[in-house]
């Protein structure tokens, strides 16, 4: 009501953008746009953090946990439930993350960032979830506090979902990128992401 009633029209034009239609059940509804949220958050995220140095050094987030019940781009409610944009963004908030992103150039730019104040050595591998075909493997070394573009892959063709499995000093770790234009399948999207294993679909 009043002044604030384009947030809910917000989340329903966002959900449209991304997935082509705006589910009528509630729990469809919600799903929907918690996975909008997610992959906006986790997007900017890793568009700031993969230019670190070049252009930006880091960003400030502002609005993490809402003061009242309402529909918001908060990652924790008013009730202090995390929503599935806190996951995402924990895990590419990872002291060493690699991560790919559409920004750096041609290509998809598969970038590693180191915040530690020491040196780091780890492998990569980059599939498609959706084929299963290998589409990138290297070892990788980022230097401390910085980045390191490991490489730049080809744009693929469609829609689908890049798996990035990565391990660093012994422990393994997963990303991923959503990759093609928008709309995109929402089925098909949460079939892919229960496959990555990450964040529990």
């Not at 070394?141 to 469609?158: A, E, Q, Y």
Request: hydrophobic share 35%.
């Amino acid at each position: 009501s009043g002044n604030t009633h384009w947030r809910n029209d917000l989340m329903i034009n966002q959900i449209k953008l991304l997935w082509g239609d705006v589910p009528t059940k509630l729990e469809d509804f919600v799903s929907a746009s918690q996975c909008v949220q997610a992959e906006a958050m986790k997007y900017f995220l890793e568009m700031w953090r993969s230019r670190k140095f070049a252009d930006k050094t880091g960003m400030i987030w502002w609005n993490l946990r809402d003061g009242w019940p309402v529909v918001s781009d908060a990652v924790v409610d008013y009730y202090n439930s995390k929503k599935l944009a806190y996951f995402y963004l924990r895990n590419t908030e990872r002291d060493v993350c690699v991560m790919m992103t559409d920004h750096l150039g041609d290509g998809l730019p598969l970038v590693a960032v180191n915040d530690t104040r020491r040196q780091v050595q780890g492998n990569v591998k980059v599939s498609d979830l959706g084929s299963g075909r290998k589409v990138f493997s290297a070892s990788f070394t980022v230097p401390r506090n910085g980045r390191t573009v490991v490489t730049s892959l080809p744009k693929p063709s469609g829609q689908g979902v890049y798996l990035i499995e990565y391990e660093i000093d012994g422990r393994k770790y997963k990303n991923h990128y959503l990759y093609g234009d928008p709309p995109f399948d929402f089925s098909r999207y949460k079939s892919l992401m229960s496959k990555s294993g990450i964040y529990g679909f």
